[in-house]
C-alpha cells in the first residue's frame, strides 16, 4: 500500500537553511496575492539564487523564510510549488529527522486524493 507523509505543521521545513526557488509564474501569483507589483515583490521578498540564474525567496534574521510568520504560511494558498511538494514528491537523505510528517498508509485512490490535495498534482504511487 502506498505511503502518504502527512504534515504536521512543525515549520521545520520553513526554517532549516536552503532556499525556495521561484519560476516567473509563482512571481506573478505571490505578488498577485500580496496585491503589490511584481517589482515591488521582488525588491521586497526575493534574493538572488544560489545559483545565480534566478529567484528565490529572502530569509528573515532567524533563517527562516521571510513569509512565516509564527507557525503560519502567510502566503499559503499560492505557496511555491517546491514548498506543497515536500516532503511527498521530493525529500532529501536525512530529511525524516527533522520532518515530523507522519507516514500513513493509504490506498492508491487515497494517495492521489491527497496528492492532488495538497500539491495540484495528479501523480501515481510508486
Ligand atoms: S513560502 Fe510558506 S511554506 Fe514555503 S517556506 Fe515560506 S513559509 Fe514555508
Ligand atoms: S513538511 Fe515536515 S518539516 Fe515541513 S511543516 Fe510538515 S511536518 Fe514539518
Redesign the pocket.
Known amino acids: 500500500m502506498p505511503i502518504f507523509?502527512q504534515?504536521?505543521?512543525?515549520?521545520?521545513?520553513?526554517r532549516w537553511p536552503g532556499q525556495v526557488k521561484l519560476t516567473a509564474a509563482q512571481i506573478t501569483e505571490l505578488a498577485a496575492h500580496l496585491q503589490i507589483g511584481e517589482d515591488l515583490f521582488i525588491q521586497r521578498y526575493t534574493r538572488l539564487n544560489q545559483a545565480r540564474n534566478g529567484l528565490a525567496l529572502m530569509d528573515q534574521a532567524d533563517g527562516s523564510c521571510v513569509f512565516l510568520d509564527g507557525n503560519d504560511c502567510r502566503v499559503n494558498p499560492v505557496k511555491p510549488q517546491q514548498c506543497r511538494d515536500?516532503?511527498n514528491l521530493w525529500n532529501f537523505p536525512g530529511s525524516e529527522q527533522?520532518?515530523?510528517?507522519k507516514p500513513i498508509e493509504v490506498t492508491a485512490d487515497e494517495w492521489r486524493r491527497r496528492i492532488k490535495l495538497a500539491t495540484g498534482r495528479d501523480r501515481e504511487p510508486e
Do not use: Q, Y
Not at 504534515?7 to 520553513?14: G, K, L, P
Open positions: 507523509l504534515c504536521d505543521r512543525c515549520t521545520a521545513c520553513c515536500f516532503p527533522h520532518c515530523r510528517a
